[in-house]
């Protein structure tokens, strides 16, 4: 049974602290403010931190066809965050973007040794994640994949991009939710008549979307941590 504040707010173990989120535009909120992170933190009275950048990459020096320039790397966010400190809980997100725009993926490091890491996909994430392991492990750091339908199921970020990222996150032991295995795909390549009630695109969650298939399974990552 869930007890409520005269605010109509959960009291929870959530309640007062503060979630960091970094990410693309699904983390960031292109399609409502704030994204995930904002409904979790109004849902649980929690403090919201959203460093994320809608199109950004987890891989550095990334072109962004749209704008020009390069795309923000989600990797060099983290690392250069003067937010963190303040954080309780962090979220991650990101790999759609690199596997849309064909970034170089990398390879996973044997070691630990930051010497190895570059500028490609798993290189950046791996880097990110030894950052946050030697300078902020107080933290509870967690990850977050989308919902499913923006790729085909032959495509690159089924093949190679997802498990890649995947294999990081093991080896670094940072836990994550998937939230394509708990939602009906939602994209382009999904139900289309969800795509049109819990999506402004094919690809970005409404607000509908957010609370009723990403809201809860990472709140529930969250307490677990």
Same mark, same amino acid.
């Given at each position: 049974?869930?007890? %409520?504040?005269?605010?109509?707010?959960?009291?929870?173990? =959530?309640?007062?602290?503060?979630? %960091? &989120?970094?990410?693309?535009?699904?983390?960031?909120?292109?399609?409502?403010?704030?994204?995930?992170?904002?409904?979790?933190?109004?849902?649980?009275?929690?403090?919201?931190?959203?460093?994320?950048?809608?199109?950004?990459? !987890?891989?550095? !020096?990334?072109?962004?066809?749209?704008?020009?320039? %390069?795309?923000?790397?989600?990797?060099?966010?983290?690392?250069?965050?003067?937010?963190?400190?303040?954080?309780?809980?962090?979220?991650?997100?990101?790999?759609?973007?690199?596997?849309?725009?064909?970034?170089? !993926?990398?390879? !996973?490091?044997?070691?630990?040794?930051?010497?190895?890491?570059?500028?490609?996909?798993?290189?950046? =994430?791996?880097?990110? =994640?030894?950052?946050?392991?030697?300078?902020?492990?107080?933290?509870r750091v967690? %990850?977050?994949?989308?919902?499913?339908?923006?790729?085909a199921s032959?495509?690159?970020?089924?093949?190679?991009?997802?498990?890649?990222?995947?294999?990081?996150?093991?080896?670094?032991? &940072?836990?994550? &939710?998937?939230?394509?295995?708990?939602?009906?795909?939602? #994209?382009?390549? #999904?139900?289309?008549?969800?795509?049109?009630?819990?999506?402004?695109? #094919?690809?970005?969650?409404?607000?509908? #979307?957010?609370?009723?298939?990403?809201?809860?399974?990472?709140?529930?990552?969250?307490?677990?941590?």
């Amino acid at each position: 049974m869930e007890i %409520y504040d005269i605010n109509g707010q959960i009291i929870d173990p =959530l309640a007062g602290k503060t979630l %960091y &989120v970094a990410g693309d535009s699904i983390a960031y909120g292109k399609g409502s403010a704030g994204g995930y992170g904002k409904c979790i933190a109004d849902r649980y009275g929690m403090q919201l931190i959203n460093e994320a950048v809608d199109g950004a990459t !987890l891989a550095t !020096l990334v072109p962004d066809n749209v704008n020009g320039g %390069y795309r923000t790397s989600i990797g060099m966010t983290v690392k250069s965050s003067t937010e963190l400190e303040k954080a309780d809980y962090i979220l991650l997100e990101g790999g759609v973007n690199d596997a849309w725009n064909n970034a170089k !993926l990398g390879a !996973l490091n044997g070691s630990f040794d930051p010497a190895f890491y570059s500028g490609d996909t798993i290189g950046t =994430l791996e880097a990110m =994640l030894d950052d946050l392991a030697k300078k902020h492990s107080d933290k509870r750091v967690a %990850y977050v994949f989308p919902h499913g339908g923006l790729f085909a199921s032959s495509e690159n970020w089924y093949k190679t991009y997802k498990p890649a990222i995947l294999a990081a996150l093991k080896k670094w032991g &940072v836990p994550y &939710v998937d939230i394509e295995e708990c939602a009906p795909p939602m #994209g382009a390549h #999904g139900v289309s008549e969800l795509s049109d009630k819990y999506t402004i695109d #094919g690809t970005h969650p409404n607000k509908a #979307g957010y609370e009723r298939f990403y809201m809860e399974p990472i709140a529930a990552l969250l307490k677990r941590l």
